[in-house]
């Protein structure tokens, strides 16, 4: 119980010898220093400093009897509403002093943020996917979010299954959005995929055929590149793509597309 009510005192400000000490006046009708400091457990060089102190804090009155100062606990009715009084000048103050602190921060890091933030990060537009199913999510999200034209270059490997690459071409097509590929000559050996891009060409798209393509790359309204890109030493194709936002890098590889557009075979004379 005592010990409670030490830390509950000590919440309202008070150290741990001054919250003893004022417990110990309250046990009795006047203590002399030396009294005090046995009663509350505090150091005799200590005391009359705390006694002091809750004297200046109005929890403790000192009194001159027979040659001696005696020491008296203020009713705590009267003390503790004064203490909170205390206690909450002192929290307007802090926060008074926090709020002049900030504006001062303020003043000093938000030029540091504007400047910082006027500098274009060159790699602000490229997101790199290092993970098979994050390049076909956002395959799946460029082309739900596409509003005028899709363009595919396509080679193997699927990324997709059959679910996914069917709702990549379908659901842009019955948006009314373009929707153009060019597939290289070795993916259509595979007659289900055949299989697949016929249904693509029964359901709108455009696609026709060419004997290679450099990249697997997806073009979105001209402004959205998604590229996946082939070991330079084994030439096999990673699952690792690029996708870059970046309306100059898509135009440049929109007139290369329209370039092998022109070249290709349409897939309907097959």
């Known amino acids: 119980m005592i010990d409670q009510t030490l830390e509950q005192l000590m919440a309202l400000g008070l150290n741990r010898y001054e919250a003893a000490t004022y417990l110990a006046l309250l046990e009795h009708r006047g203590?002399?220093?030396?009294?005090?400091?046995?009663r509350a457990g505090v150091p005799r060089q200590r005391i009359y400093d705390i006694?002091?102190?809750?004297?200046?804090?109005?929890?403790?009155?000192?009194?001159?009897?027979?040659?001696q100062r005696r020491y008296f606990a203020v009713d705590p009715a009267i003390a503790l509403?004064?203490?909170?009084?205390?206690?909450?000048?002192?929290?307007?103050?802090?926060?008074a002093a926090l709020t002049q602190g900030i504006q001062g921060l303020l003043a000093t890091l938000t030029p540091i943020f504007a400047a910082g933030h006027d500098q274009i990060d060159p790699l602000d537009y490229v997101d790199v996917l290092l993970d098979r199913r994050l390049v076909v999510e956002r395959a799946l999200a460029l082309a739900g979010s596409a509003e005028r034209e899709i363009c595919v270059c396509f080679k193997l490997p699927l990324l997709g299954d059959k679910a996914a690459n069917f709702a990549e071409v379908s659901k842009p097509i019955r948006r009314g959005v373009g929707y153009r590929a060019i597939y290289e000559r070795a993916a259509l050996a595979d007659p289900e995929l055949r299989a697949w891009v016929k249904q693509f060409v029964a359901w709108g798209q455009q696609a026709r055929i060419v004997e290679t393509l450099p990249l697997k790359v997806n073009l979105y309204d001209r402004r959205v590149a998604l590229l996946s890109l082939q070991d330079p030493v084994t030439g096999t194709l990673s699952f690792t793509a690029l996708c870059v936002t970046h309306p100059n890098f898509s135009a440049f590889l929109q007139g290369a597309f329209e370039k092998l557009w022109e070249d290709g075979e349409p897939f309907e004379h097959h």
């Open 31 to 38: 203590f002399t220093p030396a009294q005090a400091a046995v």
């Open 51 to 67: 006694l002091a102190s809750l004297c200046a804090r109005g929890l403790a009155i000192e009194r001159h009897s027979d040659g």
């Open 81 to 95: 509403p004064a203490l909170i009084d205390e206690r909450r000048r002192q929290f307007e103050h802090e926060q």
